[in-house]
Every structure is written in structure tokens, then in C-alpha cells.
């Protein structure tokens, strides 16, 4: 996520390193496939590593490309230069008198950090693995954290839990190796959405990606669905729509033949045209969009209730959710201010907070810029690092300054402060 003032630009150095390892692989006549197969990743790293970002390539890999493409240590050297240019703009963040909402030396930067870890191995190795009862448990402290909207909490028990499951994967029985992968896969999920909503969107994906794997070794065709969807929402944040409903049709093709079941199946099924449906809405495909929300509408009557298999919070509600974010996504301002208050239906408070962030921005749009700020508090007081860290309750609240005649009041200008939002008083 980049800060309002820079800090989380990537470095001088940061930059050079990555002209550098682009430079040395043309001269050297590869291709980023052919320089991915000498250092043994995917091209995925190296296309990462040739772009200048405020998460650094490992050392490990910085390593290999130094060998690989006869650098003399010269790319380990312009490492440890952006290295020590980000511990500088962080202790700078440190010493700002207003918070801002970045990741930078939190449980999300270190997240960012494991994930751009190549040699996948812990810092510290437990004396045993934990027990597969032990990892299941944690897991589910991880999506309980996520969907209390307490997305630095869930970064950091991803960060342990995805340590965990490595060495679990090495050291447990066979017999319970699959269960582990079930595991890592959907810890990968829940990496995934976090790095979504902080918008470390490459990083994202690596997750997705990772996820993905571990479904396939597995072996369950339903926890393999669930990370198909969280690779195509992955995609639709990065602005790739028509791959992403490409995925998620060929998901849903291969799932059909589990949907006798039971709800898991149902659930993640569901979610999948929840997903396209986003998908398609901001392609600006408004029969489309119509046409995913009803086959999910149809799964939610199906399933007959709000439920939390696999921690989808799939049921009528959720579809109800999407159907106002989608119409925001659309413009479709009528609809979205006619919704219908959640009430206490029993859905998780990430999903309730991004439909309030969601009427707020058609609250505001429409020149109800009371009810646009009331809605934000309401959001801000059960969910507050979520408001702080969204794009869209960003932009809002930029918005609602930018369209004050005179000095804003000063409800508007603390929450802009707390989002820090240009224009608010110092």
C-alpha cells in the first residue's frame, strides 16, 4: 500500500536493483522463463524482482540472480543499500505526529516479506510439528481475525501459520499430509484476501498462486474451487476482469459434480459467481453481472441459509451484499440507497463494513453528505482499521473534503486525518 507522503514508494536503490537485474538478463540474452529456470523459481519472481516495489526481493533470490547472471555481488550489494533506505523511511514513519495507513514494520509488511521469502523456510523451527488438530485451530483463528476486520492480527497468524504448515508438510505422518495441504492452501486464501484489502495486489496474487498449489496437492476438488476463487479476485484487483470470469466460469464447470455434497460445496460454488459477479460489473457488463448474481442467488435458496463453511459467509445475505456492491460498481446509485439495512442477519463484520463503506460512497455521490459521513463513523467505530485501510472509504472521505466550501467540520477533518486524506488540517 503507498502512504499520501511517499514513505511507501519504493527506494532510490530499490529502483536501480531492479534496472539492474533487467539490464544484466537482456545483456545476457535470456528471457525471464529461461533466467527463472537457471535460478530455479517461476517467472512470476523474476517479472517481481525487475519492478521496483517497497516489498524487496529475498536475499536468497537476489543471491541466485547475482550468480546466475555474473554480477560479482554487485546485486546483493544494491540490496543491502535498499534495505537500509527502507529501515530509514520507516523510522521516519515512526516519528510522524499523525498515523498513516500504511503497512510499513507491521504484521502485513512481514507478511509481504514471508511471502517473498524463496527458500520457504521458517526462522525458527519448533522442536515438533504441530498436530494437524493444532493447525486447523489456528487457521480458523486466522479467517475469525480477517473477518473481524482485524486485518494486521490476521496477517500475523497467517505469517506463523504458513511457517508451521511448511515444516508440519515435512515432519507429519503421511497419512495426514493431505490434511496439512488443506491447511497451507487456505491459510495461502487467507493471505490472499489481507494483502487485497492493504492493495499489495502482486503479493496477492503470489498467495493465490501458492494457495492453488496446495489445493491441487490436496486432493479436495471443493478447497481447490475456494482457491480458483481467491486466484480470480486476486485477478479482478489487478484490473484483469475477463480473465477473472474466465477462471471462475471454468471453476464452477469443474465443481458442478460436487454439489450433492452438502454446504461446503454449495458455499464455495456460491462464491465463485459472487466473484464474478464483481468481476463483470466492473467490465461495466451489466447483464452479465445480472446473470452471475441470480445463479448465486439460486445457490444461497439452495443452501437455505447465512452460513460460514470454508469461511465463504455465503448465503442470501451475502448475495444481498454483493448486489449493492455491484450496482456501485455499475453507477447504479438507485439501487444501493434503496437497500435494505442489514438488520441482524449473522454475517462476519468485514462483509457488513464493506456494504457500509459502499452505501457511503452512494450516500455521497447523490449529495447526501451527512448520511455519507454518519454511515463512515458507523463503519469506523466496529471496524476501524478496515474504513482506514479501504480505497473506496479513502476516496469518499477525499471527496466529501474536496467538495467543502470553506474549512471542513471537525468530524470530516479528524476522520480524513485518521485516513490521511489530502486536505485535511494538519
Known amino acids: 500500500m503507498v502512504s499520501g507522503d511517499g514513505v511507501g514508494e519504493p527506494g532510490a536503490a530499490a529502483v536501480v536493483l531492479a534496472a539492474e537485474v533487467r539490464r544484466l538478463r537482456r545483456d545476457r540474452g535470456l528471457s525471464q522463463p529461461q533466467l527463472a529456470q537457471r535460478v530455479g523459481y ?16 529475498s536475499a536468497e533470490l537476489i543471491r541466485a540472480l547475482d550468480a546466475a547472471l555474473g554480477a560479482d555481488g554487485a546485486l546483493i550489494g544494491l540490496r543491502g543499500e535498499a534495505k537500509s533506505e527502507q529501515r530509514t523511511r520507516r523510522a521516519k514513519l515512526a516519528d510522524a505526529p499523525i498515523s498513516k495507513p500504511t ?11 514471508l511471502l517473498m521469502d524463496y527458500s520457504c523456510q521458517p526462522d525458527t523451527v519448533p522442536d515438533a510439528p504441530l498436530s494437524l488438530a493444532d493447525l486447523r485451530r489456528d487457521l480458523e483463528r486466522c479467517f ?10 490476521a496477517a500475523n497468524r497467517v505469517c ?10 515435512r515432519e507429519v505422518p503421511a497419512a495426514e499430509r493431505q490434511g496439512v495441504e488443506v491447511v497451507r492452501a487456505l491459510a495461502y486464501q487467507a493471505a490472499a484476501a489481507v494483502l487485497t484489502k492493504t492493495r499489495d495486489l502482486d503479493l496477492a496474487w503470489i498467495a493465490a498462486e501458492r494457495g492453488l498449489a496446495a489445493a491441487q496437492l490436496a486432493g479436495d476438488p471443493v478447497v481447490r474451487g475456494s482457491l480458483m476463487r481467491s486466484a480470480a479476485f486476486a485477478m479482478l484487483s489487478c484490473g484483469r476482469l475477463e480473465a477473472a470470469m474466465r477462471q471462475i466460469e471454468s471453476a464452477a464447470h469443474d465443481m458442478k ?20 459477479s464483481m468481476a463483470a460489473a466492473r467490465f461495466g457488463d451489466s447483464d452479465r453481472t445480472a446473470d452471475y448474481l441470480r445463479e448465486a442467488d439460486d445457490t444461497a435458496r439452495r443452501l437455505g441459509r447465512d452460513g460460514n463453511e470454508l469461511w465463504t459467509a455465503f448465503g442470501p445475505t451475502n448475495v444481498a451484499i454483493h448486489r449493492v456492491n455491484t450496482a456501485t460498481e455499475l453507477d447504479d446509485f ?35 453528505r451527512d448520511e455519507a459521513l454518519s454511515t463512515l463513523f458507523a463503519a469506523e467505530r466496529d471496524a476501524p482499521e478496515h ?40
Open 42 to 57: 517461476t517467472r512470476q519472481y523474476i517479472s517481481l524482482a525487475e519492478r521496483a516495489h517497497r516489498n524487496l526481493p
Open 103 to 113: 503497512t510499513h514494520g507491521s504484521p502485513v509488511d512481514d507478511l509481504c516479506d
Open 144 to 153: 475469525d481475525a480477517y473477518q473481524q476486520s482485524r486485518f494486521s492480527v
Open 160 to 169: 506463523t501459520l504458513l511457517s508451521d504448515t511448511a515444516v508440519a508438510s
Open 257 to 276: 459434480p460436487t454439489l450433492n455434497g452438502g454446504d461446503r460445496a454449495l458455499s464455495v460454488y456460491g462464491m465463485l459467481f459472487l466473484a464474478g
Open 334 to 368: 438507485q439501487t444501493v440507497l434503496n437497500a435494505q439495512p442489514l438488520g441482524n442477519a449473522s454475517v462476519p463484520l468485514e462483509r457488513r463494513t464493506r456494504y457500509l463503506i459502499d452505501i457511503a460512497r452512494a450516500q455521497s455521490l447523490t449529495g447526501r
Open 387 to 426: 474504513v482506514r485501510q479501504h480505497h473506496v472509504a479513502r476516496t469518499v472521505v477525499a471527496g466529501l473534503v474536496k467538495s467543502t466550501r470553506g474549512k471542513p467540520g471537525v468530524g470530516l477533518d479528524r476522520l480524513a486525518q485518521r485516513l490521511d486524506v489530502a486536505g485535511a488540517r494538519p
